[in-house]
T-cell receptor, first 108, second 115 residues
Framework: QKEVEQNSGPLSVPEGAIASLNCTYSDRGSQSFFWYRQYSGKSPELIMSIYSNGDKEDGRFTAQLNKASQYVSLLIRDSQPSDSATYLCAVRWYKLSFGAGTTVTVRA | GAGVSQTPSNKVTEKGKYVELRCDPISGHTALYWYRQSLGQGPEFLIYFQGTGAADDSGLPNDRFFAVRPEGSVSTLKIQRTERGDSAVYLC?????????????FGPGTRLTVL
């Protein structure tokens, strides 16, 4: 079993819709959870971090964490074409363990 | 200020050759990480430095891979007797501290192609 698993993509959503991304992790002791955005040919860019159960909102992005279910999600509201990218879920102790990523395409 | 820089941006080499990949972290960042990203996959941890010492090299795939950080700043990832399976993007990241909470900033990566 991989340490971090993400829902398979690609995910295509119309402009203005909500994109929902899911991630599960295997290490129950994990404390820190991150969502990175990676444009094609570029390096990962941190967009959200979450450390405690519940929701965390930042602009159009909301991260949700449920440690009991070992589940992390990311919602992108009012999706824009510029949100088209691969989204990587990562779990961290000191090193990051990444999922394989979900590619999101926002259709104009 | 300047971000993490990596050189070269692209490296094409032949099977069996030796390559060096360089990472220059953000000034003042004591923690430095190397990751490898294959096509369609997320980055995979290789090695982590705290200062000059390799604190965790458990991700290095075999003894052909080695990394150094002699002065606690610039790091070099060295690959001997390259194989076609080594082709990937090698990413370097740095952070102020090696804990669960300090953001890791990624460099642009070096794309290694082994022919």
């Amino acid at each position: 079993q991989k340490e971090v698993e993400q829902n398979s993509g690609p995910l295509s959503v119309p402009e203005g819709a909500i994109a929902s991304l899911n991630c599960t992790y295997s290490d129950r002791g994990s404390q820190s959870f991150f969502w990175y955005r990676q444009y094609s040919g570029k390096s990962p860019e941190l967009i959200m971090s979450i450390y405690s159960n519940g929701d965390k909102e930042d602009g159009r992005f909301t991260a949700q964490l449920n440690k009991a279910s070992q589940y992390v999600s990311l919602l992108i509201r009012d999706s824009q074409p510029s949100d088209s990218a691969t989204y990587l879920c990562a779990v961290r102790w000191y090193k990051l363990s990444f999922g394989a990523g979900t590619t999101v395409t926002v259709r104009a | 200020g300047a971000g993490v820089s990596q050189t070269p941006s692209n490296k094409v080499t032949e099977k069996g050759k030796y390559v060096e990949l360089r990472c220059d972290p953000i000034s003042g960042h004591t923690a430095l990480y190397w990751y490898r990203q294959s096509l369609g996959q997320g980055p995979e941890f290789l090695i982590y430095f705290q200062g000059t010492g390799a604190a965790d090299d458990s991700g290095l795939p075999n003894d052909r891979f080695f990394a150094v950080r002699p002065e606690g700043s610039v790091s070099t990832l060295k690959i001997q007797r390259t194989e076609r399976g080594d082709s990937a993007v090698y990413l370097c990241a740095s952070s102020t501290l090696a804990d669960s909470y300090n953001e890791q900033f990624f460099g642009p990566g070096t794309r290694l192609t082994v022919l």
